[in-house]
């Protein structure tokens, strides 16, 4: 188990980004102030290092190049809220391989920590930075959503529900976008010009929920070495996003029940009320209303929460989306690894088209991702894909649907269809693009 030293001056965001580490099999070790991390680097072996840029007491860039003068086989990732060209500029000069500006979501921190821990070092220490912000705030994105029915439903429940102020509960499984669905409200909403602030409630320590939603005051509590402003103060004019909020403690679930209905917050420590105004957008993927007959998840909040709902298809019940959501990562993974890969081969098309996808747009993205960053040609190929994508589910959505004998199915939907083709991959349930990279695949003329 890779063993990390993290070190963070904000108690609740270190104690977050531990607990989310730790639940993805790392060993995390915190330190709140340098002396410190100094200290238990010494007596602990390491392979991996992550700071805050700014402490309190110290400045990290100064910080990453003792450590890598200390210990030159441990890599360094430095984390910051304040990305400029100054910064980049001068931790390149400090033996930082990679300076990365644009804000990263979880699962990418946990990403670029991957690929740093299995780069081999060769003749010193790979260090990157990332900018992770406070309180996890969603980046622009474009929001692609498809031509399917389901994708069109979304899209007329997002442009009917983002000018009004009701809170939104999204429901579905992981990696469906409901994050980007939730931003794609904020920004056709009258908010927009306002505060995006998303906040994952699987990740937050029951007793410090509290200080992340609200704010404390300096000496509040152990480990609270500075005033500090909460997600709910942060949104005041804007959107608030509880992601997993069916996480959330039941303790915790009164607090924020309080806060949604008197629209008050009062920061620990603090005897002062601050009023706020802001949008309230949840997301889960489980079902709350089972929760609440089996009395985890207080029927009062869920009300509370659940004006409007909308459900995040999977990527399954998106039909003939799945194309074009992997053309709109290929551009975005282009991009970021300055890469110009043109498309996918017939065979990798093919692949993806019979693939279950249980982790959904996040899995298409991280695999798509990784493939563009493997791919020497011009198109993605097959070589560059992981184990698990060739670990096919048999498919039995209707006559016509594909299966192992795909090259059979195909030859008996084109007698049917009496060799129409749009005809035939309507029966077979695949766009026409699809079908005839599978003509070329199975080498049927």
């Known amino acids: 188990m890779p063993k ?7 108690v609740s965001f270190c104690k977050m980004l531990e607990n989310f580490l730790v639940k993805k099999s790392y060993s995390v ?24 840029l700014r402490l309190p007491d110290y400045d990290g860039i100064q910080l990453m190049s003792e450590f890598k003068s200390e210990y030159p086989t441990i890599p360094v990732i430095l984390m910051t809220g304040y990305s400029d060209v100054n910064t980049a500029v001068k931790a390149i000069k400090n033996g930082a391989a990679d300076y990365i500006s644009k804000p990263f979501n979880p699962e990418e921190v946990l990403l670029v920590i991957s690929n740093i821990l299995q780069t081999p070092v060769v003749s010193s220490a ?6 992770i912000p406070k309180f996890n705030k969603s980046p622009n994105e474009d929001v692609v959503l498809g031509i399917s029915a389901a994708s069109k ?8 529900v983002s000018p009004t102020d009701m809170s939104v509960l999204i429901i579905g499984e992981s990696g469906t976008g409901k994050e980007v669905i939730a931003k794609s409200i904020h920004q056709n909403s009258p908010r927009k010009s306002n505060n995006f602030i998303a906040v994952d409630c699987g990740a937050i320590p029951k007793e410090l929920a509290a200080s992340e939603f609200f704010g404390h005051l300096k000496g509040s509590f152990t480990g609270a070495i500075n005033d500090k402003i909460g997600c709910f103060e942060a949104a005041n004019k804007g959107t ?10 039941y303790e915790n679930q009164i607090q924020l029940l309080r806060a949604l209905q008197e629209r008050k917050i009062k920061p620990v420590g603090s005897n002062k009320e601050i009023n706020v ?16 007959k089996n009395g985890t998840f207080r029927e009062d909040l869920y009300h509370r929460i659940n004006e409007f709902s909308i459900q995040s298809p999977s990527l399954t019940e998106r039909n003939g989306d799945l194309m074009i959501f992997a053309d709109f990562f290929l551009g975005k993974a282009n991009q970021q ?10 065979e990798v098309v093919a692949i993806f088209e019979n693939y ?20 020497q040609g011009d198109f993605i190929e097959k070589n560059t894909l992981p184990l698990e994508v060739f670990q096919t589910e048999n498919r039995t959505t209707g006559d016509f649907s594909l299966f192992e004998n795909e090259k059979d199915a195909i030859l008996n939907a084109l007698e049917q269809a009496k060799n129409n083709r749009s005809e035939a991959a309507k029966l077979l349930k695949i766009t026409r693009k699809t079908l005839y990279n599978k003509l070329k695949l199975h080498n049927i003329d």
Do not use: C, H, M
């Open 126 to 131: 790979i260090n990157t930075i990332v900018t």
């Open 240 to 249: 608030l996003f509880l992601d997993e909020i069916g996480n959330l403690s």
């Open 277 to 292: 105004d802001i949008r309230i957008i949840t997301a889960t993927n489980e079902d709350l209303r089972e929760a609440v």
């Open 337 to 346: 690894l300055n890469k110009n890969i043109i498309g996918f081969s017939p």
């Open 29 to 52: 070790t915190t330190a709140f102030t340098v002396e410190e991390a100094k200290t238990k680097i010494k007596s602990q072996n390491f392979d991996l290092i992550i700071t805050d």
């Open 4 to 10: 990390i030293l993290l070190i963070e001056d904000d």
């Open 153 to 160: 439903k979304l899209a007329e429940y997002i442009q009917l």
């Open 356 to 375: 279950r996808w249980p982790g959904n747009l996040r899995e298409l993205q991280n695999i798509i991702k990784r493939a563009t960053l493997l791919s």
